[in-house]
Protein backbone atom coordinates (compact mmCIF):
# COMPACT_ATOMS: atom_id res chain seq x y z
CA UNK A 1 0.00 0.00 0.00
CA UNK A 2 1.42 3.41 -1.12
CA UNK A 3 2.32 5.86 2.21
CA UNK A 4 -0.16 8.56 0.80
CA UNK A 5 -2.76 6.22 0.64
CA UNK A 6 -3.76 6.18 4.62
CA UNK A 7 -3.04 10.00 4.58
CA UNK A 8 -5.58 10.50 1.82
CA UNK A 9 -7.78 8.18 3.35
CA UNK A 10 -7.83 9.85 6.65
CA UNK A 11 -8.57 13.48 5.15
CA UNK A 12 -11.53 12.30 3.24
CA UNK A 13 -12.49 10.60 6.36
CA UNK A 14 -12.16 13.69 8.42
CA UNK A 15 -13.87 15.85 6.15
CA UNK A 16 -17.05 14.02 5.50
CA UNK A 17 -17.40 14.31 9.34
CA UNK A 18 -16.83 17.60 9.56
CA UNK A 19 -20.31 17.55 6.59
CA UNK A 20 -21.84 15.34 8.39
CA UNK A 21 -21.56 16.76 11.47
CA UNK A 22 -21.75 20.78 10.39
CA UNK A 23 -24.62 21.39 7.86
CA UNK A 24 -26.11 18.12 8.96
CA UNK A 25 -28.07 19.24 11.59
CA UNK A 26 -29.29 22.24 10.03
CA UNK A 27 -30.09 20.60 6.74
CA UNK A 28 -32.17 17.53 8.71
CA UNK A 29 -34.52 20.09 10.65
CA UNK A 30 -32.65 20.35 14.26
CA UNK A 31 -33.76 23.21 14.77
CA UNK A 32 -30.70 24.34 16.63
CA UNK A 33 -29.97 27.85 15.34
CA UNK A 34 -26.64 29.63 14.59
CA UNK A 35 -24.83 28.91 17.79
CA UNK A 36 -25.96 25.45 17.63
CA UNK A 37 -24.71 24.74 13.96
CA UNK A 38 -21.60 27.03 14.93
CA UNK A 39 -21.11 24.67 17.91
CA UNK A 40 -21.81 21.62 15.45
CA UNK A 41 -19.05 22.40 13.01
CA UNK A 42 -16.34 23.08 15.93
CA UNK A 43 -17.64 19.81 18.01
CA UNK A 44 -16.83 18.18 14.08
CA UNK A 45 -13.93 19.66 13.79
CA UNK A 46 -12.40 18.45 17.26
CA UNK A 47 -13.57 15.37 17.08
CA UNK A 48 -11.85 14.93 13.35
CA UNK A 49 -8.55 15.78 14.73
CA UNK A 50 -8.71 13.46 17.16
CA UNK A 51 -9.25 10.82 15.25
CA UNK A 52 -7.01 11.52 12.04
CA UNK A 53 -4.92 14.08 12.92
CA UNK A 54 -1.50 11.93 13.92
CA UNK A 55 -2.16 10.64 10.29
CA UNK A 56 -2.60 13.61 8.20
CA UNK A 57 -2.32 16.28 10.07
CA UNK A 58 -6.40 16.95 9.84
CA UNK A 59 -6.41 19.79 7.05
CA UNK A 60 -10.09 19.12 6.06
CA UNK A 61 -9.97 22.11 4.39
CA UNK A 62 -8.08 23.04 0.94
CA UNK A 63 -7.80 26.56 2.36
CA UNK A 64 -5.71 25.17 5.33
CA UNK A 65 -3.77 22.65 2.79
CA UNK A 66 -3.03 25.84 0.73
CA UNK A 67 -1.85 27.48 3.53
CA UNK A 68 0.57 24.61 4.48
CA UNK A 69 1.96 24.96 0.82
CA UNK A 70 2.42 28.44 1.35
CA UNK A 71 4.52 28.51 4.28
CA UNK A 72 6.41 25.08 2.42
CA UNK A 73 5.38 22.74 5.44
CA UNK A 74 4.27 20.26 2.41
CA UNK A 75 4.82 20.21 -1.32
CA UNK A 76 2.61 21.35 -4.30
CA UNK A 77 1.95 17.48 -5.10
CA UNK A 78 0.70 16.50 -1.77
CA UNK A 79 -1.32 19.33 -1.29
CA UNK A 80 -3.17 18.46 -4.32
CA UNK A 81 -3.99 15.12 -3.50
CA UNK A 82 -5.10 16.99 -0.09
CA UNK A 83 -7.64 18.35 -1.56
CA UNK A 84 -8.78 16.15 -3.95
CA UNK A 85 -8.93 13.77 -0.74
CA UNK A 86 -11.10 16.78 0.75
CA UNK A 87 -13.58 17.29 -1.86
CA UNK A 88 -13.92 13.46 -2.48
CA UNK A 89 -14.74 13.41 1.72
CA UNK A 90 -16.88 15.99 1.52
CA UNK A 91 -19.33 14.50 -1.37
CA UNK A 92 -19.44 11.59 0.59
CA UNK A 93 -20.88 13.06 3.79
CA UNK A 94 -23.13 15.02 1.86
CA UNK A 95 -24.28 11.92 -0.18
CA UNK A 96 -24.92 10.56 3.27
CA UNK A 97 -27.03 13.23 4.98
CA UNK A 98 -28.81 13.06 1.04
CA UNK A 99 -29.24 9.38 2.02
CA UNK A 100 -30.69 9.89 5.02
CA UNK A 101 -32.94 12.62 3.60
CA UNK A 102 -34.06 10.06 0.67
CA UNK A 103 -34.83 6.79 2.74
CA UNK A 104 -36.85 9.49 5.11
CA UNK A 105 -39.11 9.99 2.57
CA UNK A 106 -38.38 14.10 2.84
CA UNK A 107 -39.47 15.00 -0.34
CA UNK A 108 -37.47 18.93 -0.31
CA UNK A 109 -34.07 17.76 -0.24
CA UNK A 110 -32.76 20.11 -2.62
CA UNK A 111 -34.12 22.41 -0.95
CA UNK A 112 -32.78 21.58 2.24
CA UNK A 113 -29.41 21.53 1.31
CA UNK A 114 -29.91 25.01 -0.70
CA UNK A 115 -31.09 26.09 2.31
CA UNK A 116 -27.56 25.10 3.88
CA UNK A 117 -25.83 26.29 0.97
CA UNK A 118 -23.25 29.17 0.81
CA UNK A 119 -24.83 32.18 -1.37
CA UNK A 120 -24.57 35.92 -1.46
CA UNK A 121 -27.75 38.31 -1.97
CA UNK A 122 -30.65 37.79 -0.26
CA UNK A 123 -31.47 36.27 2.32
CA UNK A 124 -27.74 37.20 2.69
CA UNK A 125 -25.46 40.35 2.46
CA UNK A 126 -24.27 41.23 -0.45
CA UNK A 127 -21.46 40.10 -2.92
CA UNK A 128 -18.81 42.52 -1.59
CA UNK A 129 -19.84 42.12 2.26
CA UNK A 130 -19.36 37.87 1.84
CA UNK A 131 -15.80 38.76 -0.17
CA UNK A 132 -14.89 40.93 2.58
CA UNK A 133 -16.25 37.72 5.41
CA UNK A 134 -14.42 34.53 3.60
CA UNK A 135 -11.07 36.94 3.10
CA UNK A 136 -10.95 37.86 6.41
CA UNK A 137 -12.32 34.99 8.55
CA UNK A 138 -10.49 32.20 6.46
CA UNK A 139 -7.58 33.95 7.37
CA UNK A 140 -7.94 34.32 11.00
CA UNK A 141 -8.53 30.45 11.09
CA UNK A 142 -5.11 29.75 8.93
CA UNK A 143 -3.69 32.07 11.05
CA UNK A 144 -4.66 30.12 14.51
CA UNK A 145 -3.85 26.86 12.74
CA UNK A 146 -0.75 27.64 11.56
CA UNK A 147 -0.06 29.17 15.32
CA UNK A 148 -1.16 26.65 17.54
CA UNK A 149 0.42 23.97 15.27
CA UNK A 150 3.80 25.58 15.49
CA UNK A 151 4.09 27.42 18.96
CA UNK A 152 5.61 25.58 21.79
CA UNK A 153 3.58 26.96 23.91
CA UNK A 154 0.52 24.79 23.01
CA UNK A 155 1.01 21.10 24.62
CA UNK A 156 1.25 18.22 22.38
CA UNK A 157 -2.45 16.83 21.50
CA UNK A 158 -4.13 20.28 22.52
CA UNK A 159 -4.23 21.86 19.53
CA UNK A 160 -7.36 21.19 18.11
CA UNK A 161 -9.19 22.96 21.01
CA UNK A 162 -8.66 26.59 19.49
CA UNK A 163 -9.01 25.03 16.16
CA UNK A 164 -12.16 23.90 17.28
CA UNK A 165 -13.20 26.96 18.87
CA UNK A 166 -12.11 29.32 15.92
CA UNK A 167 -13.94 27.48 13.72
CA UNK A 168 -17.00 27.49 15.52
CA UNK A 169 -16.53 31.88 16.37
CA UNK A 170 -16.09 32.07 12.54
CA UNK A 171 -19.38 30.42 11.99
CA UNK A 172 -21.29 32.91 14.86
CA UNK A 173 -20.13 35.78 12.98
CA UNK A 174 -20.43 34.95 9.72
CA UNK A 175 -23.88 32.10 9.17
CA UNK A 176 -26.16 35.57 8.80
CA UNK A 177 -23.72 36.87 5.86
CA UNK A 178 -23.53 34.07 3.85
CA UNK A 179 -23.44 30.76 5.54
CA UNK A 180 -19.60 30.52 6.37
CA UNK A 181 -17.55 28.79 4.20
CA UNK A 182 -14.20 29.35 4.92
CA UNK A 183 -13.69 25.84 3.14
CA UNK A 184 -14.04 24.95 0.09
CA UNK A 185 -14.71 21.55 0.30
CA UNK A 186 -17.27 22.53 2.81
CA UNK A 187 -19.14 24.84 0.02
CA UNK A 188 -18.87 21.94 -2.34
CA UNK A 189 -20.39 19.57 -0.19
CA UNK A 190 -24.09 21.18 -0.13
CA UNK A 191 -23.54 23.07 -3.50
CA UNK A 192 -23.66 19.53 -5.13
CA UNK A 193 -26.97 18.21 -4.14
CA UNK A 194 -29.00 21.51 -4.39
CA UNK A 195 -30.99 23.61 -6.35
CA UNK A 196 -28.89 25.55 -9.08
CA UNK A 197 -28.75 28.92 -7.73
CA UNK A 198 -26.23 27.82 -4.88
CA UNK A 199 -24.11 25.95 -8.18
CA UNK A 200 -24.17 29.32 -9.59
CA UNK A 201 -22.55 31.06 -6.35
CA UNK A 202 -20.09 28.37 -5.12
CA UNK A 203 -17.19 30.53 -7.42
CA UNK A 204 -17.19 33.07 -4.69
CA UNK A 205 -16.20 30.34 -2.23
CA UNK A 206 -13.71 28.44 -4.04
CA UNK A 207 -12.14 31.56 -4.73
CA UNK A 208 -11.78 33.83 -2.03
CA UNK A 209 -11.35 31.76 1.13
CA UNK A 210 -7.52 30.55 -0.75
CA UNK A 211 -7.14 34.55 -0.99
CA UNK A 212 -8.21 34.74 2.38
CA UNK A 213 -5.66 31.55 3.69
CA UNK A 214 -2.80 33.12 1.68
CA UNK A 215 -3.08 36.27 3.69
CA UNK A 216 -3.26 34.44 6.78
CA UNK A 217 -0.34 32.22 5.75
CA UNK A 218 1.89 35.52 4.87
CA UNK A 219 0.61 37.14 7.72
CA UNK A 220 1.88 34.33 9.76
CA UNK A 221 5.40 34.08 8.77
CA UNK A 222 5.91 38.01 9.21
CA UNK A 223 4.63 37.77 12.47
CA UNK A 224 6.99 34.60 13.48
CA UNK A 225 10.03 36.42 11.92
CA UNK A 226 10.03 34.08 8.68
CA UNK A 227 10.52 35.47 5.35
CA UNK A 228 7.49 35.83 3.51
CA UNK A 229 7.50 34.36 0.25
CA UNK A 230 5.07 33.45 -2.31
CA UNK A 231 5.74 29.67 -3.43
CA UNK A 232 4.51 31.02 -6.48
CA UNK A 233 7.87 32.84 -8.44
CA UNK A 234 9.61 29.39 -9.15
CA UNK A 235 6.87 27.89 -10.69
CA UNK A 236 6.20 31.05 -12.56
CA UNK A 237 9.67 31.27 -13.68
CA UNK A 238 9.42 27.74 -15.41
CA UNK A 239 5.97 28.96 -17.00
CA UNK A 240 7.35 31.46 -18.37
CA UNK A 241 10.52 29.59 -19.53
CA UNK A 242 8.72 27.35 -20.96
CA UNK A 243 6.32 29.01 -22.80
CA UNK A 244 9.37 31.26 -23.88
CA UNK A 245 10.74 28.05 -25.90
CA UNK A 246 7.14 27.99 -27.50
CA UNK A 247 7.36 31.08 -29.06
CA UNK A 248 11.14 30.46 -29.96
CA UNK A 249 12.40 33.23 -27.40
CA UNK A 250 15.66 32.10 -25.43
CA UNK A 251 14.58 30.58 -21.98
CA UNK A 252 15.85 32.07 -18.66
CA UNK A 253 19.45 31.58 -17.31
CA UNK A 254 18.74 32.06 -13.79
CA UNK A 255 20.12 29.36 -11.92
CA UNK A 256 17.49 27.13 -9.70
CA UNK A 257 17.67 27.45 -5.97
CA UNK A 258 19.47 24.14 -4.52
CA UNK A 259 16.60 21.74 -3.03
CA UNK A 260 16.03 22.06 0.60
CA UNK A 261 16.83 19.18 2.82
CA UNK A 262 14.77 18.18 5.51
CA UNK A 263 12.25 15.47 6.70
CA UNK A 264 9.96 13.55 4.21
CA UNK A 265 6.33 15.26 3.05
CA UNK A 266 4.90 12.33 4.91
CA UNK A 267 6.81 13.05 8.07
CA UNK A 268 6.03 16.76 8.17
CA UNK A 269 2.39 15.91 7.23
CA UNK A 270 2.35 13.77 10.55
CA UNK A 271 3.56 16.70 12.60
CA UNK A 272 -0.17 17.12 12.30
CA UNK A 273 -1.66 19.15 15.10
CA UNK A 274 -0.63 20.39 17.99
CA UNK A 275 3.10 19.45 17.06
CA UNK A 276 5.77 21.66 16.37
CA UNK A 277 6.77 22.01 13.17
CA UNK A 278 10.09 23.81 13.34
CA UNK A 279 13.03 22.12 11.92
CA UNK A 280 15.75 20.81 14.22
CA UNK A 281 19.00 22.45 14.38
CA UNK A 282 21.67 21.02 11.94
CA UNK A 283 24.63 18.15 13.16
CA UNK A 284 27.64 20.53 14.19
CA UNK A 285 30.52 18.94 11.77
CA UNK A 286 33.41 17.31 13.58
CA UNK A 287 36.62 19.28 13.45
CA UNK A 288 39.26 18.63 10.89
CA UNK A 289 41.96 16.62 11.98
CA UNK A 290 45.30 18.24 11.68
CA UNK A 291 47.83 16.96 9.33
CA UNK A 292 50.74 14.74 11.30
CA UNK A 293 54.58 16.42 10.72
CA UNK A 294 56.99 14.15 9.71
Not at 9 to 16: D, K, N, P, S
Not at 119 to 145: C, K, M, N, S, W
Amino acid sequence: MSQRNPVLLAEAVGTAILIIGGPGPAILGGGIGTLGVALAFGLSLLIAVYLVGHVSGCHINPAVTFAMWVTKRMKGVDALWYAGAQVVGAAVGGGVIWAVLRFGETGNRAELFTAASNQYDAPFYRLAGVIVAEVALTALLVLVVLGVTKSAAVPAGFAAIPIGFTLALVHMISIPVDNTSVNPARSIATAIFAKSGASDDLWVFLVFPMVGALIGALAHQVMHGEKATLPLPSGGAAFLSGFGKALGSRPSTAKRPAARKGPSPMASFRSGFGKSSTPSAPAKKAPAKKARKR
